[in-house]
């Protein structure tokens, strides 16, 4: 009887074990807009943006998409169906992101001032949702990673970029002012003097440059599948150490990140207020035309009688 009973155990805990390896296998997400898929054997997670058209623009669909990837990965994580120490973001299309939907941004002016200090916050907050992941997101910057594309990208823990990408935190150019954490951000990774001095310029910056500012961590010479190879095996390298250590590690981090200045919440109100306000301006547009024109911008002065 014990023994036809230990038999029984050994079964069952065979079986729970191989429903654990058939869940870890299974836990992918394959939506239009956002990607993850992960590798069982070297627990390196992936997610993708993967938008139709050629430079990834962030949404507010893909936002909602990304968000309830997040979630669904934690999800996975919290019950034990995944298994993975890392994770790495990246665009598909050989560019990372060109930042908002323009056509999306234009329509804005449409929308009375608070209306559009809360579309701003709940979309910051969609791609904000990387910080809750578990454990450490790698960004791939490969191409752009432009205005908003460039906020997500250095809001993550570990960035590593192609030598020849550009990462731009524009949005002067444009007519607006930084959202999405850049505020925030960017003074940490590059101190307050130099992110005044990119901010006020809306300068773009290269690989190289971005690597000897602290806006990337690592920068390599190759593209594509040569970059994410190097992301991998940063990947791999923080999968050697203590998973707990690890997590817990990052979640501190994070934590002092969040926490610093004014605090990451507030920045966030602070940002979402001053671009619905520059949203209201007559000439709002006019950047974003200048754009796709590949001309300079010419905005109204400060103090002409430009609110819609």
């Not at 394959?30 to 050629?54: A, E, M, W, Y």
């Not at 907050?125 to 450490?136: T, Y």
């Not at 190289?208 to 961590?217: I, N, P, S």
Request: proline share 2%; with cysteine.
């Amino acid at each position: 009887m014990i023994r036809s009973s230990l038999h029984s155990l050994r079964i069952e805990r065979i079986s729970s074990c191989a429903l654990k390896r058939f869940f870890s296998a299974a836990i992918n997400i394959n939506n239009d807009l956002v990607q993850f898929t992960h590798d069982p054997s070297t627990k390196i997670g992936t997610i993708t943006l993967q938008s139709s058209t050629r430079h990834n623009p962030l949404t507010v669909e893909m936002g909602a998409q990304f968000q309830a990837t997040v979630q669904s990965i934690n999800a996975s994580m919290s019950n034990k169906e995944l298994n993975i120490n890392s994770i790495i973001l990246h665009g598909a299309n050989s560019t990372f992101s060109a930042g908002g939907d323009i056509n999306w941004l234009r329509d804005l002016r449409k929308n009375p001032v608070h209306v559009n200090a809360d579309l701003m916050l709940h979309f910051y907050k969609s791609f904000l949702s990387v910080r809750e992941l578990q454990v450490p997101v790698i960004t791939a910057i490969d191409g752009y990673a432009v205005g908003a594309g460039a906020c997500l990208a250095i809001a993550t823990d570990v960035r590593v970029m192609a030598k020849d990408a550009k990462i731009g935190f524009n949005f002067v150019k444009l007519g607006i002012h930084a959202g999405m954490g850049g505020s925030h951000f960017l003074p940490i990774a590059v101190g307050e003097g130099k992110a005044m001095e990119i901010m006020l310029m809306g300068k773009t910056l290269d690989g190289e440059e971005a690597g000897r500012l602290g806006v990337a961590q690592m920068v390599v010479d190759g593209n594509g599948e040569d970059l994410l190879d190097e992301a991998r095996k940063v990947a791999a390298r923080i999968g050697k150490m203590h998973p707990l250590a690890v997590r817990s590690m990052v979640q501190t981090m994070r934590l002092r990140q969040d926490s610093m200045g004014s605090g990451l919440e507030a920045a966030l109100q602070r940002e979402s207020h001053a671009q619905a306000l520059c949203y209201a301006r007559e000439d709002w547009g006019e950047g974003l035309d200048a754009v796709t024109q590949r001309r300079e911008p010419s905005f109204d002065d400060y103090h002409s009688d430009s609110l819609s």
